[in-house]
């Protein structure tokens, strides 16, 4: 094999200096009792290799230098953790899946300092076995590989846990040059307005102590009520220029209002601005196809007061969110972020949110398409539970899950104590989720 050139993955949109830390999957296996658990790391451990050797810059150090490093780390738990089926039972629930314990690295919002991690992996492994279970952990460095980018590598694992080859398109565009990906501005095409994703340089104001105490929960939309809320939503918006809303759609504007609502009845500040910021993929909106493994991260932001998610219907909240991933969700828009990042000198004041007050806005990552159900890891067989482990809190942001085989989505949220009562008080909430933990 040629001599790997490192210049070549050097890119723009992973410079931002606050995606220096790790994204997580945490896949739930059962593991009958009386099987041993060892051929069955050996064949993660034999499909990580084969990932590594088709992609061999997922076996750098982000400093960009090749080094030798175990590509999946082995943990015994069975004496001290929850079992397999307790996990099950309880629909997964956070606290039971602590990433102290289950991942091999931090993460988000954890900016790892380099005296932390040396070398500091693009990807790594870990797999924990527990009673009845085996739990896979795979962490990726998130300047170098984004959320959907993560997904694909796991996909490439089991593709090669069940003997299958790689394909061409996977292994050009996984490699692909990415100083070449995006076509920057022209001086003579004008930069859009990103001000929304430039941090407030004074940073947010001095936040109360119970701030520090935000949870982690994951709660269920049970497949009748999230079709409820979909039809709902779409029923209230019959006639408009808007044809059809998302399920996502529905979900992120069914969130924001009502934790809003729960906000409002404690802050008592209608006017107040609350922002939404939805993660998207620029990949579409560039033309760069699916098997591209790099980040292409972008956001759509919105805005409305308290008042105005009180009053407005959930399908207009969803309009209103469609509209604004429909207004960013374009080439010129994702290149013009990308000339943003490359033009900026001091990269630490970008964000994909910018400034961001936990104690009105909402920031939202979905993966509610990905489809992880039907996935078969070789003789591991198909994962029972898709999860995020718990790290530490991060106020205000929500992660979209998976569906469900049951066709259930469920979201991990991270609110205040204040914020998760008076949910349990909210009427509309309670009839549509149901609590996990």
């Known amino acids: 094999m040629a001599e790997l050139n490192l210049a070549h993955y050097e890119d723009f ?36 290799q084969d990932v590594r050797k088709a992609f061999p810059w997922l076996a750098c150090r982000v400093l960009h230098e090749a080094f030798p490093n175990p590509v999946v780390r082995r943990k015994d738990c069975t004496e001290n953790f929850p079992t397999y089926q307790e996990i099950i039972d309880a629909h997964g629930p956070v606290a039971m899946l602590d990433g102290d314990i289950l991942a091999p690295l931090p993460a988000f919002p954890h900016i790892y300092d380099d ?49 299958e080859q790689f394909s061409t398109e996977e292994v050009e565009h996984g490699n692909r040059d990415r ?18 994703l430039i941090l ?36 209230e918006i019959e006639g408009g220029d808007e044809l059809f809303i998302s399920t996502n759609d529905t979900l992120s504007a069914f969130i924001w209002q009502r934790v809003s609502a729960a906000r409002l009845k404690r802050r008592k500040r209608p006017d107040d601005l609350s922002k939404f910021s939805r993660a998207l993929d620029a990949r579409r909106a560039l033309e760069i196809p699916r098997e591209y493994l790099g980040q292409m991260g972008y956001n759509a932001t919105c805005f409305l007061t308290f008042r105005e998610l009180e009053t407005m219907s959930l399908g207009q909240i969803g309009v209103f969110l469609r509209q604004a991933v429909r207004k960013v969700n374009t ?60 790290f530490s809190p991060l106020e205000s942001c929500v992660y979209l899950w998976t569906q469900t085989v049951e066709g259930h989505v469920d979201a991990l949220l991270c609110l205040i104590e204040a914020d998760w009562n008076e949910l349990r008080a909210d009427v509309e909430w309670t009839e549509h989720t149901e609590l996990i933990g």
Not at 208 to 233: C, S, T
Not at 348 to 371: C, Q, T, V, W
């Open 13 to 48: 949109l992973g410079q931002l200096p606050r995606l220096k830390t790790y994204s997580h999957l945490l896949l739930v296996f059962p593991l009958p009792d009386g099987r041993s658990p060892a051929p069955l790391i050996d064949s993660i451990e034999s499909a990580a």
């Open 115 to 163: 005296s932390e991690l040396s070398p500091a992996p693009v990807l790594a492994i870990q797999v924990t076995i527990i009673k009845g279970g085996l739990l896979l952990d795979i962490a990726a460095q998130h300047n170098i590989v984004d959320g959907g980018s993560l997904m694909r590598i796991l996909d490439l694992l089991a593709k090669s846990m069940r003997g």
């Open 179 to 196: 100083t070449k990906l995006i076509r920057l501005l022209h001086s003579d095409e004008p930069m859009l307005d990103h001000s929304h």
């Open 200 to 235: 407030d340089p004074h940073g947010a104001a001095k936040l109360p102590g119970d701030r520090l105490k935000a949870q982690w929960r994951y709660v269920r939309f049970p497949a009748q009520k999230r079709n409820i809320l979909k039809e709902r939503a779409n029923k």
């Open 331 to 390: 080439n010129y828009a994702a290149r013009s972020w990308a000339t943003l990042i490359a033009n900026e000198p001091n990269k630490a004041r970008i964000m994909f949110g910018g400034s961001f007050d936990p104690d009105k806005d909402i920031g939202i990552s979905s993966i509610l398409h990905a489809n992880f159900n039907d996935v078969e890891f070789g003789d591991l067989g198909k994962p029972s539970l898709f999860r995020r482990p718990l």
